[in-house]
């Protein structure tokens, strides 16, 4: 955690403000991750602070929210704010500056306004990777590969991603695939390899084990130039066992696969 504080306060130093940009301006910020890394428990955690507007993956098909919207939260501001055109999301893909404009002209209550977004999931992840000191960017990592790949076969069995806290989960065990896993954890790496060398401006890296952590998402408030004390409880539900081996359904395979590959820290996640 000592070595994350370093970075962000580093990091947070470069954030110059941008000719043209005025002081009331909002913080403007990107999570980028992958799937399976905690971005929704980060998004909606984020949400529950009073001057910060975190938008799901407005560039995707599931992170638009539908036509009819009941109760609060962000799909419910998107709906009542946000234009009907930006429902098609192949306008959302070719004008996403003019997008992202709206988004922050309408937030002008806010310190900080972001959204999350899937690395190289489009060709949105390129742009935002070189936009400069006006928007901060968060990657999001789960350094345990094997608990994103667990969390992934899960999700697939069950059809159930993320939960809300007091949802009921539905749980099962999955099987391990040596070979299904290698290619998971190649393309990971090399996608996050490719965003640490291509990000500029302001960024902080924070894995999952340490943002869903009240210091964790406190070092992000500070990151963003909000109160860090200001957040709410947490709106999602955890559905998996920190114990990852469990989540198969043939531990003995995965142990002999951590084993030969010398990653038997991964056994668990905490």
């Known amino acids: 955690m000592n070595k994350l504080l370093r970075t962000v306060e580093k990091e947070s130093s470069q954030g110059a403000m941008k000719v043209g940009q005025s002081e009331a301006d909002p913080v403007k ?9 905690g971005s929704s428990m980060l998004t909606q955690w984020l949400s529950t602070h009073k001057d910060i507007r975190c938008l799901p993956a407005i ?6 929210p539908p036509r009819q919207v009941s109760g609060v939260g962000a799909f419910a501001w998107m709906r009542e704010n946000l234009d009907s055109e930006w429902d098609n999301l192949s306008l959302r893909l070719s004008k996403p500056a003019k997008l ?16 999350k977004h899937h690395i190289g999931s489009d060709n949105i992840t390129e742009p935002l990777l070189g936009r400069g000191a006006g928007t901060r960017k ?19 069995a069950t059809g159930q991603g ?15 695939d040596p070979v299904e896993f290698s290619r998971f ?6 996608l996050y390899e490719h965003a640490r060398e291509q990000v500029r401006g302001p960024v902080m890296e924070i894995d ?28 999602t539900a955890k559905r ?14 995965v142990l002999s696969y951590l084993k030969q590959h010398g990653l038997e820290n991964w056994a668990s996640e905490t």
């Not at 910020?29 to 890394?37: H, W």
């Not at 990657?139 to 899960?154: E, G, M, P």
């Not at 993320?162 to 391990?176: E, L």
Request: proline share 3%; hydrophobic share 45%; charged share 20%.
């Open 29 to 37: 910020f990107a999570i980028l991750c992958m799937p399976r890394t």
């Open 59 to 64: 560039f995707s098909k599931t992170g638009w």
């Open 100 to 115: 992202l404009r709206e988004i922050v002209a309408k937030s002008s209550d806010k310190v900080a306004v972001g959204f």
């Open 138 to 156: 968060i990657i999001l990592t789960r350094n345990n590969l094997l608990a994103a790949y667990s969390s992934h076969k899960v999700v697939e």
């Open 162 to 176: 993320a939960a809300r806290a007091g949802q009921s989960i539905v749980r099962a065990a999955v099987t391990f």
């Open 185 to 190: 954890a190649a393309k990971r790496q090399r």
């Open 208 to 235: 999952y084990t340490a943002v869903r952590t009240e210091e964790g998402i406190g070092l992000i408030g500070r990151f963003l130039g909000v109160d860090p004390a200001g957040f709410g409880l947490q709106q």
């Open 240 to 253: 998996n066992s920190d114990e990852i081996v469990s989540r198969f359904s043939d531990p003995e395979v």
